[in-house]
């Protein structure tokens, strides 16, 4: 007999890793096979500008949503919950009453946590006693063993790894159609934000020009606000880069695989991070991938065999690598294959549904 399982879920606006993989759970039809599912749909957020703010707006959606979730719980009775979770902030604060709610009911939750930041909003007696009231009697999924790191100080339950999977969207047929170019060409693909080492990728394209190097840098990615686009374009133009690097604005869809599969060698320099699905579509274009130690990106890259990790921030050791790739094509050729044969072999979307379904049926029996 299939579980009820209601899912308790973010999805876009505003796009991020956590909204489009609840929207993927939303039209899997793998997890509707199995289960006797049920969608409760947040949406809190018009942009990323709502990010830490509150509104009348969003006070109206979680008083309706309490509304709906209460009315699931006495009516329709699910075996289990299934609750992406903001791990910190006001966020957590807002999602812990939902918590209290279906605790009150006895029905068993499973939390999701797709970001980091408890560790970092748990430093004092009440904080971690309030996590650990939170999260006792639930189950927890997260991206790896690294993440985990960030609860355990408040949590004795059990938690289960989950990585992100996406659709394959690249075929070998584009790969061998790829578009050649004289000069290598670097991708940035992330929100032009300072948390996401956009500056960090800039200064290292700077050290690379002022050794001569040759290179086309491409950036893609919606800016944070104007202010820091109107840094981003200060900072090229000031330091000469204007020749090197095109900025391009946020890309999706086809028009996003497109630069992806055109370029040369991925750089994610990001400086917080969880998981990191833009990895996934720079390994399915079958790019070497540059990126930092943060969160699960030393789980997902083997470093030296489809990429390298860096300790973040560190700007000279980015550019040694990028150095690095752009001068030997070999390398890179041979490490995108390396990253292209690891995302098919562990990455796409059937397999994040499989292992989803095993363990929520784990969970219920």
């Known amino acids: 007999m299939k579980g009820k399982v209601l899912f308790l879920i973010k999805v876009p606006p505003p796009i991020t890793g956590a909204t489009v993989m609840n929207q993927r759970i939303y039209e899997s ?30 006070i109206g959606i979680i008083i ?53 930041g408890v560790r970092a909003s748990s430093t004092t007696v009440l904080q971690r006693k309030y996590y650990k009231f939170i999260l006792t009697g639930t189950s927890i999924l997260c991206h790896s063993d690294i993440v985990a790191k960030d609860f355990t100080h408040v949590f004795n339950g059990t938690y289960y790894i989950v990585e992100n999977g996406i659709p394959v969207e690249v075929t070998d047929k584009q790969i061998k159609q790829k578009s ?3 000069v290598p060409r670097v991708l940035y693909l992330s929100t032009l934000m300072k948390n996401k080492g956009i500056f960090d990728f800039l200064e290292s394209l700077k050290i690379l020009s002022d050794e001569n190097i040759k290179f086309k840098a491409i950036v893609i990615g919606e800016p944070k606000n104007n202010s820091t686009l109107s840094e981003i374009l200060d900072f090229i133009k000031e330091n000469g880069l204007s020749e090197h690097v095109s900025i391009l604005g946020a890309k999706y869809g086809k028009e996003k695989f497109k630069y992806l599969v055109n370029s040369d060698i991925f750089v994610f320099p990001t400086l917080h991070e969880a998981f990191g699905n833009v990895v996934l579509e720079a390994f399915q274009s079958q790019l070497p991938v540059i990126s930092t130690d943060e969160g699960s990106l030393p789980v997902i890259i083997d470093h030296g065999v489809n990429g390298y990790i860096y300790p973040k921030g560190d700007i000279e050791m980015l550019s040694k690598k990028l150095k690095l790739l752009i001068s030997n094509d070999d390398l890179r050729i041979k490490m995108g294959k390396n990253g292209r044969e690891k995302f098919l072999c562990n990455y796409t979307i059937g397999k994040f549904e499989d292992h989803m379904v095993e363990i929520i049926n784990r969970l219920i029996d």
Do not use: W
């Not at 039809?29 to 707006?57: A, E, M, P, Q, V």
């Not at 902030?89 to 807002?94: A, E, K, T, V």
């Open 29 to 58: 039809s793998k997890i509707r096979d199995n289960f006797i599912t049920d969608f409760i749909l947040i949406n809190y957020l018009r942009n990323r500008n709502d990010f830490g703010t509150l509104s009348i707006r969003k």
């Open 180 to 182: 050649s170019s004289n």
């Open 64 to 116: 309706k949503t309490i509304i709906i979730l209460t009315k699931k719980l006495i009516v329709d009775k699910p075996d289990i919950i299934y609750f992406q979770i903001t791990p910190n902030g006001i966020g957590f604060l807002r999602d812990s009453v939902y918590i209290l709610l279906i605790k009150l009911f006895q029905v068993s939750l499973v939390l999701h946590f797709r970001g980091k």
